[in-house]
Nanobody, 126 residues
């Protein structure tokens, strides 16, 4: 049974930082492209950042470029999202997700992802 469990969310002031973690189990982690998506109240879920299965390449939404950094540790079956210079508009539930891929590619579309975590709430106060 595949499980993705996010942690590290919370309440932070604008300009602050948070580091999200995603712990994966039940899958061969190194064979999956990974990503973070987020969903704010009343809005559709949106792409935040993605990383190839090797970790060699990353991709970011324009809204977080230069502020967020995605990484992974295949030995620990874990993925991370370092979020700096947080803004109130970053407030959302953040989801960890995994896509089975047959080569080292980036996946940025929601439909490409098979497994999803339950999400962790990030709230940025102004």
């Amino acid at each position: 049974q595949v499980q993705l469990v996010e942690s590290g969310g919370g309440l932070v002031q604008a300009g602050g930082s948070l580091r999200l973690s995603c712990a994966a189990s039940g899958l061969t982690f190194g064979l999956y492209a990974m990503a973070w998506f987020r969903q704010a109240p009343g809005k559709r879920r949106e792409f935040v950042a993605a990383i190839t299965r090797s970790g060699a390449n990353t991709n970011y939404a324009d809204s977080v470029k230069g502020r967020f950094s995605i990484s992974r540790d295949n030995a620990k079956n874990a993925m991370y999202l370092q979020m700096n210079s947080l803004k109130p508009e970053d407030t959302a539930v953040y989801y960890c997700t995994a896509a089975p891929v047959d080569r080292d590619i980036i996946a940025t579309m929601e439909w490409q992802y098979t497994y999803w975590g339950q999400g962790t709430q990030v709230t940025v106060s102004s």
